[in-house]
């Protein structure tokens, strides 16, 4: 049998790298999209990189995607390019439309045109919550989304639910939850706590700078999270999965686990700054993945403390290399 085709958009990013592995181990043939920009980094990928094809193309460009998917021809599309950091979204709300939103627009409507039975898979997230109108969040629950990029994730959604809807697509959104790695970009806060503890712990800075310590998130490791995207276009219905751990925890937690992995106290380091509090805050967000857990067969396997410490592992080796 013909080895099977993924297309994955993002594939440079912490879940298109975690995604593109699993894939790779499971016998596809994958082929990464990637901006044409100078500044594209390929870091996450490079131990891969000659294992798939990497292909030039942009949410903003419909032609590009059907010049994709012919020349391609996948069988199953994930979409993961994003402007994915919600800071960003309030200084940059028309571009993080036009990517996070009407990019997925395009890029169904060129799966449409092309091959309406490609798969595709749409990364949903859990900030279209945002100012929850329940606890835990199921995939019933209202959307009240609290970011431009949450507001654009939301219409990525339902543009999702239209085109399966519509056209008999088997499109399907997986709405994940906080998914963390050693892979995580900096400016997210769980990366920048277990990096600062490394900077600290090795003698490089002496604090570190954060926002809302209250803020409650529902942490989960991202390598087990691209199973249950793969797991979602493998059904014979398209369907909508929360994907979650079911376990909530604070900023506050998260940087007293980190920093007494390497033995030290996180108040005497960190330091509060109102530079880093969004405008309006997303206070509590834990999902409810029974669904998945019972139709997929999914269920996260590394724990919040595993998380934490892998991820603290991962910068001290980091750091000590940059500082060789």
């Known amino acids: 049998m013909a080895s099977r085709r993924a297309l994955i958009t993002g594939i440079t990013g912490q879940d298109g790298s975690y995604l593109a592995e699993f894939l790779l181990a499971k016998g596809y043939e994958v082929i990464g ?65 036009e990517t996070t939103a009407l990019g997925v627009t395009r890029l169904l409507d060129a799966v449409r045109i092309v091959d309406p039975d490609i798969r595709f898979y749409q990364a949903s997230s859990s900030e279209m919550f945002g100012k929850v109108v329940e606890v835990p969040q199921k995939e019933t629950t209202p959307f009240y989304p609290r970011s431009p990029y949450g507001v654009a994730k939301v219409y990525g959604h339902w543009i999702t639910v239209n085109y399966r809807e519509s056209y008999g697509m088997h499109a399907t959104s997986g709405i994940l939850f906080n998914h963390e790695s050693p892979r995580r970009g900096l400016e997210f806060v769980t990366r920048k706590i277990s990096h600062g503890v490394a900077r600290i712990k090795l003698g490089l800075d002496e604090e570190l700078r954060l926002g809302n310590l209250e803020a409650r998130r529902d942490w989960g490791f991202a390598g087990d999270y ?24 604070s900023v506050r937690e998260f940087c007293e686990l980190a920093f007494s992995y390497v033995g030290l106290d996180y108040r005497d380091y960190v330091v509060i700054d109102q530079r880093f509090m969004r405008p309006a805050e997303v206070d509590l967000l834990i999902g409810d993945s029974t669904k998945a857990r019972q139709k997929l067969g999914w269920q996260p396997r590394t724990t919040f403390p595993e998380l934490v410490r892998m991820m603290v592992e991962a910068d001290l080796q980091l750091v000590k290399e940059q500082m060789r």
């Open 226 to 249: 691209v199973e249950a995207m793969w797991l979602m276009l493998q059904q014979d219905q398209p369907e909508d999965y929360v994907v979650a751990t079911g376990e909530t925890h």
């Open 33 to 97: 999209m990637v901006r044409r920009s100078s500044t594209v980094n390929f870091e996450r990928i490079k131990h891969i990189q000659d294992k798939i094809t990497l292909v030039s193309g942009d949410l903003l460009d419909e032609v590009s995607l059907i010049h994709i998917l012919r020349e391609h021809r996948p069988h199953e599309v994930y979409n993961l390019a994003a402007q994915s950091f919600v800071q960003t979204s309030w200084p940059q709300p028309v571009f993080t439309g």
